[in-house]
T-cell receptor
């Protein structure tokens, strides 16, 4: 069974640009959560999607958004990039809305110049 | 709100020695507890989790952890480490009463195993 896949794995953008990251959950998993990992703030919850609806959002500005498609694949978008958005963005999937059986992808490393 | 403290940012240890990575959380009420490992340029891999039941939890790669409700701790242990255990380890908590289904992570402990 394939694991969680994230594309692209690496990305370089400049300030002011926008970026879209993609996450394909494990087959059959319907819940997708996103986390941001930075050296300064550590791992922080961004948002969670289930059945194409955002169920929860962490303490991030509105520049961070996302969506989930009918096949459970999810995308997150960051508009008007800032230097501080440089981070590893991790996606996690689970069968339903639970953290007990959450599987993480390899992440997308975003560098904002 | 829940919080997780990993007091040791880095733990150096010699190969085949025992190791303990410490984790404390803020509330003992209805929590799930996890340890994840992150190797360089990779995502998070679940080592073990405590949901309920026995307070001693065994995980993959020879790791185990003990849930101590009175001390609000969930320390990770391994009796004999290998070079390949060099990685960053994260303790995480989820409040069972919280409907956000999110994990709150500690700041991580870098385990450095020396030959």
């Amino acid at each position: 069974k394939a694991g969680v896949t994230q594309t692209p794995r690496y990305l370089i953008k400049t300030r002011g640009q926008q970026v879209t990251l993609s996450c394909s959950p494990i087959s059959g998993h319907r819940s997708v959560s996103w986390y941001q990992q930075t050296p300064g703030q550590g791992l922080q919850f961004l948002f969670e999607y289930f059945s194409e609806t955002q169920r929860n959002k962490g303490n991030f500005p509105g520049r961070f958004s996302g969506r989930q498609f009918s096949n459970s694949r999810s995308e997150m978008n960051v508009s008007t990039l800032e230097l501080g958005d440089s981070a590893l963005y991790l996606c996690a999937s689970s069968l339903s809305r639970t953290v007990e059986t959450q599987y993480f992808g390899p992440g997308t490393r975003l560098l904002v110049l | 709100a829940q919080s997780v403290t990993q007091l040791d940012s880095q733990v150096p240890v010699f190969e085949e020695a025992p190791v303990e990575l410490r984790c404390n959380y803020s509330s003992s009420v209805s929590v799930y507890l996890f340890w994840y490992v992150q190797y360089p340029n990779q995502g998070l891999q679940l080592l073990l989790k405590y949901l309920s039941g026995s307070t001693l939890v065994k995980g993959i790669n020879g790791f185990e952890a003990e849930f101590n409700k009175s001390q609000t701790s969930f320390h990770l242990r391994k009796p004999s480490v290998h070079i390949s255990d060099t990685a960053e380890y994260f303790c995480a908590v989820s409040d069972q009463r919280d409907s956000s289904y999110k994990l709150i992570f500690g700041s991580g402990t870098r385990l450095l195993v020396r030959p």
